[in-house]
């Protein structure tokens, strides 16, 4: 088959190397990318007369038809032809005639390829804020349930104080509110159009680079045509939002398969989001949320892949950067399914309000709560911690927990103690005790969830 680039050669490719450097076999994801880039081009080299209006027009009507032809299925994309552009290029030609060869005038694969990736990371960008939002509201709407549910907060997996069940829910709110923030911020420079930037140089033809990019949508150009081709600055930064947001679905994650296992039976995972055991019968295995962790680990590596590729790598084109796409669809990928997997995990999921009050009960967790009463009587903070260390170390031996002490025992700890020390102690209101902003208590849980609910209709 004879290349759209053949003229200087004398021997056919080696078919290794037409395998080896081909990316038609991913990179047809980005056909209708590809063909919207084109009919922007075609549209503005007949309008500024740089090829006739009428060819323009049927170049028009060609890439319009074959985009059909694509959406249905009906093309043989060839590896002879190496990559989507000049596949759509040859099918074109074919299609219309060498007419379509004019497609090309003043634009090269470069500039081509880079608008592709702008448009395609634009709409997945946007898709992705999409999905984020939907899990926020639904962790909205799982928290509204469970602003009066205590359960133990825990620093080191260890019980620490406890907390409202909505406000555990909320802090993971906040990360992915960051999450879409970064996305958000992402698009202004996703935005910008590479195309018209030629090979590297520019172009000797009067194009007009403001016309495509506002065919596109493009909100402005790139001011430097080597950095227009060369930059894919834009596509790092999207692995990087989308790794650190995987970050934030995996620790979400680790805690669904703590809080779902029988230790701890804090939640119920849905059957329909649980997998069974080929050998045990009696298994119900959080399959999903523990390959949502194992997930992250590949977006992780097509972050540092693409930033291996690009260190060192002169300016402008290289084929290297050939190797930017696998990982960044595969991360397209990754990211839109296990956010639309987290939403309905999150929703299906059973709450055990029973146990994990039953946990904080059965714990020291109220021993902060004990040294704070003591800093009300004015006992200094530090000494309060020391009293207090010991009472549990007595507490521990005696077999009781800080609210089975009589207030005997307590007296004879320290004469300030009263029979108030009890309600003090109560889970419910070391909870409610946590009134500072952003705290525990009731009220400033549901002051979050407002603020929470009322960012989720500005956006
Ligand atoms: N398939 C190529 C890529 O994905 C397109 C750009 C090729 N340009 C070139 N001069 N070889 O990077």
Redesign the pocket.
Known sequence: MSKLWGGRFTKDTNKLVEEFTA?IQF?QVMASEDIAGSIAHATMLGECGIIDQSDAELIIKGLNKLLVKIENNEVQFSVEN????MNIESMLIEEIGPVGGKLHTGR???D??ATDMHLYLRNKTELIIGLIENVQSIIVKKAKQHVHTIMPGYTHLQRAQPVSFAHHLLAYFWMLERDKGRYKDSLKRINISPLGAG?LAGTTFPINRKRTADLLGFSDIYLNSLDAVSDRDFIVEFLSHSALLMSHISRLSEELVIWSSQEFQFVELDDAFCTGSSIMPQKKNPDVPELLRGKTGRVYGSLMGLLTVLKALPLA?N?D??E??EGMFDTVYTVEGSLQLLSGIIESMKVNESKMYEAVQKDYSNATDLADYLVRKNIPFRQAHEIVGKTVLYAIEEQKFLGELTIKEYKQINNVFESDIYDALHPKTVMEARISEGGTSSKEVLNQLFIAEESLKMS
């Open positions: 990316s990179d190496e990559d989507i552009h090269s694969r470069n081509q390829v090979a084109y084929k950067m050939q930017d796409k």
